[in-house]
């Protein structure tokens, strides 16, 4: 894949808006900055309702005929064009795009810079809240996209797979699995600080950043459940490598399950500041 097979800048939107088999969902991870204000037309992608409601971890995959009907549920179909986004919040849209492309969606991109490049660009946005009628959807998953425990387990000492921490390095050091290395997501990410890191680097600038990682003939990320992740694993897949898997559970499944970590701390508290 490339960049603009994954990413479609706000102009080019602002061009599409209004067709009839386009669909645009507001990602932000709670309805709250949505109601405030949304592009015309866009409803909200309520990531509970695409994670396993049976599962202790928060926004595990669901099982792929519940996601299935989900995806239908909120109104699109193998044949829409979808556009994901969010409010200063880019890895919960990177997110919404990786489970409808894991799926089987062929057709599904992210709006780089979100919300703030579509304002910047002179689209509108509208308050009222809006849903799409309910479509059909047909699966086909790419199990390839998503890693469990049990790979990461038997890639430990593999040295053909990265295992990679993308949080920051206050985090990594505290736990991580271990002989995983970390590249934090926010090194591959541009933006206003005090706004939100809405916008992916450049194309050279991702392939400086993954060079060394991209060496290895598979990549697996993972974060704190499984959403920053989505962020490394497709700046890869923009970057040329195909081989990349998000570990869903991540660390609330990894230390839920007591299995073992490197660290100098107590991982945990800093998730809570």
């Not at 986004?85 to 799926?103: D, E, F, N, S, T």
């Not at 910047?120 to 469990?148: L, T």
């Not at 060394?212 to 694993?233: E, F, M, P």
């Not at 991540?250 to 399950?257: F, P």
């Amino acid at each position: 894949m490339n960049r603009k097979e994954i990413l479609i800048e706000a102009d080019e939107l602002l061009e599409k808006l209004g067709n009839k088999n386009l669909r645009i969902f507001d990602a932000t991870i709670t309805d709250d900055a949505y109601l405030l204000g949304h592009i015309p037309g866009a409803a909200y992608f309520d990531h509970a309702k695409f994670s396993d409601p049976n599962s202790p971890y928060m926004a595990t995959i669901s099982p792929e005929e519940l996601l299935a009907t989900q995806i239908g549920n909120a109104g699109i179909s193998n044949d829409d064009e979808v556009v994901v986004y969010a409010c200063g919040m880019l890895p919960y849209a990177v997110r919404a795009w990786w489970v409808l492309r894991y799926a089987g969606h062929n057709n599904v991109r992210i709006l780089n810079g979100g919300l703030s490049a579509w304002k910047n660009a002179g689209g509108n946005i509208e308050q009222a809240s809006r849903q799409y009628e309910p479509s059909a959807f047909e699966g086909q998953v790419r199990p390839g996209m998503f890693a469990v425990k049990e790979e990461i387990l038997a890639s430990a000492d593999d040295g053909d797979v990265a295992i990679v921490n993308v949080l920051p390095p206050v985090s990594f050091e505290a736990r991580h699995i271990p002989g995983s290395i970390n590249l934090s997501c926010m090194d591959l990410m541009q933006g206003d600080m005090m706004q939100g890191m809405d916008y992916f680097q450049p194309d050279e600038k991702l392939a400086q950043q993954l060079n060394d990682i991209s060496q290895r003939k598979r990549i697996i990320t993972y974060c704190g459940g499984g959403i920053a992740a989505a962020v490394n694993a497709a700046a890869h897949l923009m970057t040329g490598h195909e081989n990349v898997a998000v570990y869903d559970g991540s660390l609330y499944e990894w230390l839920g399950e007591g299995l073992p970590t490197n660290g100098n701390g107590k991982w945990e508290v800093w998730m809570q500041k």
